[in-house]
Each structure stands twice: as structure tokens, then as C-alpha cells.
């Protein structure tokens, strides 16, 4: 999963920065920084793959292109707050509520077998459930340790 690898990679690459510039281990603040980079890549695609994203959204849901745009915003906005010490308790309570929120989207995704780039109807399906789910959690554990805790 390209969300994964773009938050491992930022984090080993942040920590690296951080100890050349500080001479220490800055883990969380490498932490919040790979996750305001991970956020950053996931709102592009809620730009960039707008319909096939939209297709992910609940069928209960009304305007969905326009809460892709919105949710999309919404992550640009956690990642900059991440960044900023003062903020990064309230973003980290409500960034995990976010990520509460959106997994419904992406089961529904996998079980209907949904692609987020086009929108058709052959995506991973719902063997990729026993990697999302766990790696929903693992999100929401690297935002407590990072941001709250």
C-alpha cells in the first residue's frame, strides 16, 4: 500500500534530517512529520482520482464528489496542524476521529471489489480487509504515540 511506503519512507528519511539538525532522535516529531507527508499524498488523491474516489463514498451519503474535495482539505489541513507543537494534541484527537470515520469508505471499497483510481468495479476486494483494517489501527496507534501522547 503506497500510503505505508510513503509514511515509512518520510519517517526513516525525517529522523535521519532531524539527528544531522539536532543531534538527537527526534522520533515523535519524525513521526508527525512523515504522517503530515503521508496525509499530504492521500489528499492528492482525493483530487487526482476524484470519481473513482467519490465511488468509495456510502450511497447514503449526498455529494459525494464534493466531500472527496472536502475531505481532501480536510487532510492538507491535519498535516499542516501536526507540524505546528501547539496544535498537534487537538489535530491528533481529531485526525484519529477521521480515521475512524473514513474506514467504513474503505470497506465498503474492498467488498465491492471498488478502484479508487477509476472507479471500476476491480479493485483489490475483500481479501485487502485483512490488510486495510489492521493498518487503519496502525494509523490511528502512530497518530496517539506521535501527536497525543
Known amino acids: 500500500m503506497k500510503p505505508l511506503a510513503v509514511l ?3 519517517f526513516v528519511l525525517s529522523v535521519l534530517v532531524l539527528k544531522i539538525l539536532t543531534k538527537g532522535l527526534e ?5 508527525r512529520i512523515a504522517m503530515a507527508c503521508m ?3 492521500t489528499a492528492i488523491g482525493h483530487f487526482a482520482f ?3 474516489m467519490s465511488a468509495m463514498v456510502p450511497s447514503f451519503v449526498p455529494f459525494k464528489k464534493e466531500v472527496m474535495i472536502i475531505t481532501g482539505i480536510i487532510e492538507i489541513l491535519f498535516a499542516v496542524a501536526l507540524l505546528f507543537p501547539q496544535y498537534q494534541k487537538q489535530t491528533g484527537w481529531l485526525l484519529i476521529l477521521f480515521l475512524v470515520l473514513v474506514l467504513p469508505a474503505n470497506i465498503k ?6 478502484n479508487y483510481q477509476t472507479g471500476q468495479m476491480n479493485g483489490p476486494g ?3 480487509l485483512w490488510f ?3 493498518l487503519q489501527l496502525c494509523f490511528v496507534l502512530w497518530v496517539y504515540f506521535t501527536s497525543i501522547r
Not at 27 to 31: P, S, V, W
Not at 109 to 114: T, V
Open 50 to 52: 476524484l470519481d473513482g
Open 109 to 114: 471499497s474492498a467488498l465491492q471489489e471498488i
Open 39 to 41: 496525509l499530504l499524498f
Open 126 to 128: 475483500a481479501d485487502y
Open 27 to 31: 522520533f515523535q516529531l519524525a513521526g
Open 132 to 134: 486495510r483494517i489492521p
Open 8 to 10: 515509512v519512507v518520510s
